[in-house]
């Protein structure tokens, strides 16, 4: 692992500066910080009766690590981190296993958790050797269909074990990096955050800001539209080991198996996947997050929120002209990075504390309501007729849970 004094460390040590990118430090009101200090474990059904004194030896020196590329990157928020790989060792491996769940299904190897953990060790080090000296090939994932709330299928990706424990590996590294970088209202899929967490900002912002007008976006096929060339730029910004690029265009290679035959294409990154959802945010965090920052201090001539959980994102504004701005010059900016808004699932309504009365003045009815994270939100009041934002579970998610429910009886 990492020893002797930080400066003379050349795992950690950045030479080049990054390109130019506004710094992260801005928050939306209401919205607390809640990146840990610390990464945290994901909980693995099946596995708490593994816990030895050489697990326990393995997190501290893995925590450790990650502890000081995080200081790093937030002490150096314009250099690139060149010496990366060696940091997917054995230890890191072995946690990053650790974290997969024991009963998940298998890729296209057919390998399961407990076939590979019953030899554990020799297969870690083989894995360790391979990945080093760039032996390491990923293999195509697997694709399978989970049916929606609205009665369609989604396809998800699923990687062969080796590749979800190296997907992993690498993940914990970059998110040490990127959580030092991400935005305060960027919510999904990161450690110490949640999808509650994203609709508390949301709610907190409408009441604490003069928010009339709800921008309700939805950008069509993120995962699937995702360009490749794009995405490798923004994580050079950060990532200047070319090794650790390597690993992570060979995944987005590899390609998806259905019915027995491989296709390979040029954009998108497999929804399912271990290393997706960061690759989605960093994605996101340099075509969306730091321009919508930057337009909210320097366009907006009122109060201005925003909440984003992965590819779902609502803003708030106190002015329509506002919001129409922004929703303009959005579907320009996401159209230079490949990505476009959903027609249907895009739109801008009337909603805050004042929608109500200056509906009911333009003989209008009741305020319209949003969906965001499976729930329905509703302008309401409270018993002593104040402005009270109700939450209900939108009704195709109860219909699906009632029918799982079912089901299972």
Known sequence: MMNGPEKSDPAIVATKPTNKAEPSAERSVGEPYAAESVEQRAGTKGNAGQQSTRRTQ???SVSQALERIRKVARERKKER?????????????EEAFYELKANAAPGVDRLTWKDYQANLGC??????????RGAYRALPSRRVYIPKPDGR???LAVAALEDKIVQRAVAALLNAIYEEDFLGFSYGFRPGRGAHDAMDALCVGIHSKKVSYILDADIRSFFD?????WLVRFLEHRIGDRR???LIQKWLRAGILE????????????QGSVISPLLANVYLHFALDLWAARWRRREATGDMIIVRYADDFIIGFQHESDARRFLDEMRKRLGEFALSLHPEKTRLIE?????????KRRGLGKPETFDFLGFSFICGKTRSDKFQIKRKTRRDRMRAKLREIKEAM
């Open 244 to 246: 650790i690029i390597r």
């Open 351 to 359: 909603f805050g504390r004042f929608a109500a009365k200056r509906r």
């Open 81 to 93: 981190f060149t010496a990366l790989l060696h940091h997917i060792n054995i230890d890191l491996l």
């Open 153 to 155: 299928q989604r396809p």
């Open 259 to 270: 019915d027995g035959v491989v296709s390979v294409s040029d954009k998108g990154t497999g």
């Open 123 to 132: 297969n870690l080090e083989d894995l360790h050797g391979r990945v080093q």
């Open 225 to 229: 539209e995702i360009s490749w060339e």
């Open 58 to 60: 393995c997190r501290e």
